[in-house]
């Protein structure tokens, strides 16, 4: 049962963006070249609902790309304001641990999309992983709404979990 839920998260977000749109196939698209990226010209995504990083997991996170490198690139879009930057949509621990790691570059791929697909496939991504807090969680589910004006109904949708759970969260 789990794996069907889990199939199912990102069911409905097409529905929110003028553009056709699957979450799960953005994810998983594996035709996408992977560029290399220099670490210093990459920015954490102003979206991220994750506060709060566990510095014994980012330890043994950094351990393991010093040993075994970057097993999976990272996703980034142009930065808006710089010619010459980036932005994370998702990976930011592994783009910590890599600075740590004291690499120069970073394998990523490069997605041009907009602010309010950001902010949700961050949260999507979070959510899916299981381990936010309540608390960053509810803060995810606040910004969607006070910043791209989502209803706690077409959030539900798009992050495919009940309208319930956001409003008891919220």
Partial sequence: ???????????????????????EEFVNNKKEKVNTIPIEQIEP???QP??????????????????????QPILVRPHPKKERGWQIIAGERRWRAA?????????VLVHDIKDSEIAILALLENIQREDLSPLEEAEGFKQLI????????????ALSCS??????ML
Avoid: C, W
Wanted: net charge positive; glycine share 6%; proline share 3%.
């Fill in 1 to 23: 049962m789990k794996s069907k839920s889990r199939k199912s998260l990102g069911r409905g977000i097409e529905s929110l963006f003028s553009e056709n749109y699957d979450a």
């Fill in 45 to 47: 995504n102003p979206f």
């Fill in 50 to 71: 994750r506060t709060i990083f566990n510095e014994l997991a980012l330890k043994e996170l950094t351990e393991s790309v010093k040993t075994r490198g970057i097993l």
């Fill in 99 to 107: 600075q740590r790691a004291g690499f120069h570059e970073i394998p």
């Fill in 146 to 157: 006070d910043e791209f004006g989502l209803t706690q109904e077409k959030l539900s949708k």
């Fill in 163 to 168: 309208r319930v759970h956001i409003t008891n």
